[in-house]
């Protein structure tokens, strides 16, 4: 039985890496749109990216909607210095072929939502939340029918945004906290799990060697200068974590905890408080990730990605 999801994206590289994990997923996932957020560049450049990276996957037959042009009460803040101008340095990737689908991403995910069978659907935000916080506020009934949110987002330490925040929360602390009050499970992706995921030189190598256009874009994302004073050498596969615990969660753990997004003014806006010892004793509304088996997580991501164009 193929899984049916959602990816709410704002590509960015890992995120681009994430859905063509996903496009490769086809046996498992059943992807049932890619919507837009205005994140790592504003959503018109998102959209954008969300339909080169379709292009290049082969996967033109699911729908990109584009979504929120910012952050539900914040300006927006995005983060060219860190993906480039166009949010895909590196990637090589033309123009789209083809464009987007009518219809905002909210109401895309809302209609997606109340079509779905009770098993319900997955709902995987790799941006800012602002969509998601945007259809659980307009349409509250659509909640019984999310079966899960798998998120990339928050952090347990140090922020890479500030030093209280990472960056999709960062954006929009608000809409993020929303989400984490959605009372629907919740499994959570922060910095904590994702710096763990940064690819070998073996890996990327080996990614550029597929022979594919997929391994070539992935390689020249991968190999592209990283800015200084975001604390790592090479290139934190944050996004794709979301997508490899789908296919794979034995690679992943983690545990039930109380999680709090600060939205107050100053320093601390956009933390997100994870309870890991619980301490404070209240319930928990998110399983929290904190350890993955990296070298395994890329070794079954380059197999998959051998199968893309
Ligand atoms: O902090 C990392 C997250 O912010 C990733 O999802 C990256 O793509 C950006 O959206
Ligand atoms: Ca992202």
């Keep these: 039985m193929r899984e049916p999801i959602i990816i709410d994206t704002d590509p960015g590289q890992d995120d681009a890496v994430a859905l063509l994990l996903a496009f490769?997923?086809?046996d498992r996932l059943a992807l049932r749109a890619i919507t837009t957020v205005a994140g790592n560049v504003p959503v018109a450049q998102t959209t954008i990216n969300a339909?080169?990276?379709?292009?290049?996957?082969?996967?033109?037959?699911?729908?990109?909607?584009?979504g929120a042009e910012g952050p539900l009460v914040f300006p927006l803040e995005t983060a060219e210095f860190v993906?480039?101008?166009?949010?895909?340095?590196?990637a090589g990737l033309p123009p789209p072929k083809s464009t987007r689908a009518p219809g905002h991403a909210v109401e895309a995910?809302?209609?997606i939502c109340r079509a779905a069978s009770d098993?319900?659907?997955?709902?995987c935000p790799l941006g800012p939340l602002t969509n998601l916080a945007l259809a659980f506020r307009l349409a509250p009934d659509i909640l019984p029918k999310v079966k899960r949110i798998v998120l990339m987002g928050g952090a347990i330490g140090l922020g890479n945004m500030t030093p209280a925040a990472e960056f999709n929360v960062h954006v929009d602390p608000h809409a993020a906290a929303i989400v984490f009050d959605c009372g629907r499970p919740i499994v959570m992706f922060g910095l904590g799990v994702t710096l763990q995921a940064?690819?070998?030189?073996?890996?990327?190598?080996r990614i550029g060697a597929l022979g594919n256009a997929t391994g070539r874009a992935i390689h020249g994302m991968?190999?592209?200068?990283?800015?200084?004073?975001?604390?790592?050498?090479?290139?934190?596969?944050?996004?794709?974590?979301?997508?490899?615990?789908?296919?794979w969660p034995e690679l992943f753990a983690g545990r039930d905890c109380f999680v709090e997004v600060e939205t107050g003014a100053g320093p601390l806006c956009g933390r997100t408080t994870i309870d890991w010892n619980g301490r404070l004793r209240q319930p928990a509304n998110?399983?929290?990730?904190?350890?993955?088996?990296?070298?395994?997580?890329?070794e079954r991501m380059i197999e998959r990605l051998a199968t893309l164009p």
């Design 24 to 26: 490769a997923a086809g």
């Design 51 to 66: 339909l080169r990276i379709r292009d290049l996957g082969g996967a033109d037959i699911v729908p990109v909607h584009a």
């Design 83 to 90: 993906c480039g101008p166009d949010g895909l340095a590196g």
């Design 109 to 111: 995910i809302i209609a």
């Design 119 to 123: 098993d319900g659907i997955t709902l």
């Design 198 to 205: 940064i690819a070998s030189h073996e890996h990327v190598e």
């Design 222 to 247: 991968l190999t592209r200068p990283r800015p200084g004073g975001l604390g790592t050498a090479g290139h934190p596969m944050h996004d794709p974590c979301v997508i490899a615990y789908l296919l």
């Design 286 to 298: 998110a399983h929290v990730i904190g350890s993955v088996e990296a070298h395994e997580l890329f």
